[in-house]
């Protein structure tokens, strides 16, 4: 794989700091890079910065991200899109300190200390050192802002003293490697074509596109601390997508994802044309499916359902970084697993791990992987739940007073700051069941129930990717909309059914999980680098695995909302003539 | 302040180049336009009728040169366009039977644009990309001419949106989109009719004995597609080169050199049977640099290069020459006293004049503003009164291609609506005479004169292209630097004003806003009765249209291009005014907001170290 063969050029050295835990390994470097040298010359001088009154820098770092992208998107046989970019981000990130407070993490009206800014390609240490100079003032005035705006905060407060974060201690680590390089994406121009192709031979999806996104990066730290860490990173992904609009008005889609940690591991052209296929058959049958009824009862969700609903009730609830203040105090912004530790969360069959040193799972990558996080600290393996048991949450740097130290899982966005997130988070279930049991289970459940059918949602709908309009529950951090659901009869029968809100599942519904399947599936998504739980967009690469999960009560509404009319004008017949004429 | 795609307070601003990045910004936030602009209403200034300059100015002959070219139709094809013709026809004559009610106006507009992008800052390399888009705008008119979706109603929707065309003419892909499109147009014009017809009814909207669509008889031409090609290596070393010249200079603390080489084919049907395709080539290089003030003041200084081609850009030379001034004049500003505000005569010079026309004058004669009752209408009942002195004349007039042998940025054959540009005679002998007109007719002006003008997304509207301010004698610049003296003794005012360079403005037509200007002036400098000159900062030029247009008094013979984008409902357009330098009699100064931001704290790093 090429990612660990660039790993393997890679030395690392671990130094001793004051705070930092001991040292791991031993190496000498042959030559610093050029950027780490600006970097690390002007975070010196940085360190100096003072303003009448003000407290100063505690914690200075700047991160360079080296980055190189493709993307490519097709509809119907034609390049829609064809980007190529190279482009050099640099970030700074100041905290200052002054008693037991910090400016960390307090998201009040003053601007934020976190900046990030485009900068030269060139390798020109001096443009670099430039760049890196204002930003880095500008981000001391801003954290001394944000400390006076902290610290105005927590007087006001009985509380605030106890409750505020900080900036905890972290070890230090050296290490360079190469950047990744161009990515070589001529040769997907042609397979996103033929892939988008598949399309016009289906004259009732409305719209189709084919978007392959290739990226090649080296992530470069440099903190005050001593910290100099490169880290490559190298993705591929595929995004196919139709659209297409019922008789009666109701928007439809479906949607293919891959990834991959190069364009090499993509799949082939013809897996593909496949997966196109597969998803304008389904949203053909979509079409001609009846409407789901109002419902409650038990629900089934396989395959990537499963882990759309686990990024949502599970994920985003593992940080262990405490809501940016001033928000603190409000019970609504609470994490639901906050001071839970050993609380039983799930049902004993399941435990939970999040593990950014695993780079695939029975074959199928994951992507949420790195050797140091975004605050350089080591990655680590965590165990979240054991047996349905809460063991630890994910944490970076920032943690609250009496708070846990960093367990490598501080990860930001390219332009903010790092929180605690998961990475690929894996998801397990003992004795876990086979598709055939699980759907039994769902029927036997139903009848149980007195109902004619239970629910089996095997997609959720990902914004994103289907640019769908965002319901109101997906807007606020609720789940998406189903987008491929099935009516298991008690009797056995199967049938296709469109539309449906789910509604009234929470993150203590998963305690009531009644039943698990053995295989997993990965999802992999870029996580929103809001700070509020939810954020839409984003640009952090995860994955979670996770088994089909059989909740034995949910409630499926049909939405409110009326639709569009379905189109006045008839399709041009030409759109489909050439497919058909071959 | 653009809400939701409607332009809820027409505040327009006009900038000559993308902004600095993170420091500066051309808008003020409305609550300041709101202090400066009462500042403005305190001003006393007759209004009555033009006086005569003064007598004694020598006159010089007038060096102006229009340029008007006569491009060549193509000879090759032009398969896309040819593929708009017929779907338009197709949508329409489907859409009269099926839809109710039907459009009577359907148009395809595809823009393809090709793109180099290239920036430099410190020496370095910061951004060298290609775009390459092809955009989909599709208007629909629901209704009839007489009264259509369009009719000025309260919120009146102007972002429509574009949809993105396969950059292939691939038949089927491009067919589909098309499709797609015109038919959530049609719905979104449809709807637009009911909130016209609901308004009419409950008896809000506006000017319902004026039609809302003109005739036009329709247009075919085909040009040969915009191709663009670039020495990439060979640019990147030439900005890179230039950049390097404002790391040099200490007090500089963010810059940038920026090249924009595109090419844009357009292609337009309409189901009246107009068929054009036009294309534009555009070159520029900007330039500029930006250092704080000790008390917080964000200063900046930039110019911009257009050219109709990348060779017709200035030499290396002469660019360098020109940001080692702009260098000089950025730290000559740091060091500037700040202004006071004053009332009092002032020379503007040829750019700043022509960004001053652009503002005070050229968005008020747009032909939309004099509809609807939203609009503050600064000139509809003007046509045939004196409103300059009768030495001027003003047009605006896109067939210019370039002014003595500047190239305009506002240059077009036909405007966004089929309609062929043309000469707007807005000011004759100083008489006021007509408006800038798209195909929404106004009282008295019923036909277009092809400045119906868009940003791909927007709904057309009547705007700019290339305003001309051509008075009929001119003067020497010496001249009327003493007429400028003589018009301080005159008043008794202890100096003048020369207003140098401006950097962007905005100004307010809608009724309930006051009817006034902003304009930032950069290079002011203060002239004094013994005709010593000082550089100040940190001011605004502002006022009310009518008032300052009364008090124009004399011009030079200096001409000078401004290359500008103009932001207005209908998006960001190209624009270009031309001007020489003006002898006003009274105009206001205000001060401006300061950014409060302390400079670095730290001195900049040390080239030669950090080598």
Redesign the interface.
Known sequence: MRRNALLGLAWVLWLTAAGASAPEAAGQPSQEPAAVVALRDEIQRAVKLSLPGMPSPHFVSATLFDLHEAAIEASLGAVVLDDRLHSRLLKTEMIVREGGLDSSNFHGEAESAVIAEQIAVDDDPYALRRAAWLLLDRSYKNATAVFEAKRAHQQSRVDGAQQSSTLGPGSVAIRFAPSPGPVDADRFVSIARNVSQVFAAYPDVHESSVKIALQGSLRTIVTSEGSQVQEPFIMARVEITCRTQASDGMPLADFAMFSAHSADQLPTEQTMIAAAREVAERVVALRAAPVVADYSGPVLFEGLAAAQVLRVLLAEELSATPPPEPGLGDPDDRPAFEGRAQWRVMPTMFDVVDDPLRTSLDGNPLLGGFEYDDEAQRAQRVEVIVEGRLQNLLGGRISSASGMNSNGHGRAGVTSEARGRNSNLLVSARKGLSQQELRRQLRSLAGREGLAYGLLILKLDEPRVTRQALSSRARFGGLPLPLVMMRIGVDGKEELVRGGVLQALRTRDLRHVVAAGREQTVYSYLASSSPVRGGSGGDIPTSIAAPALLFPDADVRMPATAHELPPILSRPASVTERVQSH | MRAGGHLRSARICYAPSAPM??RSTHCLSAALAMSCLMAACATTISTGAPTKPAPSLPTIAKQLQLHRPSPAPASQSAPLLALLES?VQ??MA??TV??DPPPHHLAYEATELHAFILR??????????????RLLDVDVRVGTPALDDTHPRLEARYFLGSA?????D???????????H??AA??AARADLTKVQSELRVGIASDSDVADFSPQRPSRFIQSPARVVLDGPRWEERI?TLSAIF?DRPHI??SFVRLEVSGATRAFATSDGSALQTARVHARIAVGAAATAGDGSALTRGDEFDAHTVEGLPAQDVIAARMRQLADELDSLVRAPVAAPYTGPAILEGRAAAVFFHEIFGHRVEGHRQKGDAEGQTFADRVGQPVMDDIFDVYDDPTIASVNGRDLNGHYLFDSEGAPAARAQLIEDGIFRGFLMSRSPIRGFDQSNGHGRRQPGYRAVARQGALVVDPEWVTSREALNAALLAEVRRQKKPYGLRIGEVTGGYTTTQRGDPQAFVVRPVMVYKIHADGREELVRGVNLEGTPLTVLAGVIAAANDFQVFNGYCEAESGQVPVSAVSPSLLLRQIELSREETAG??P???P??V?EV??
């Open positions: 990045p993170s779907d197709r949508a489907e859409l099926r839809a430099a800052a410190d020496g370095a390399l910061v951004e060298s990309k290609q775009v390459r888009r993105e065309l396969p950059l292939e691939e038949p089927g892909a491009l067919r589909n989109a098309l499709w797609l015109t038919d049609y719905k890179k790391r603390e963010q931001q302390l670095p704290i730290l900049p790093p080239f950090a080598r």
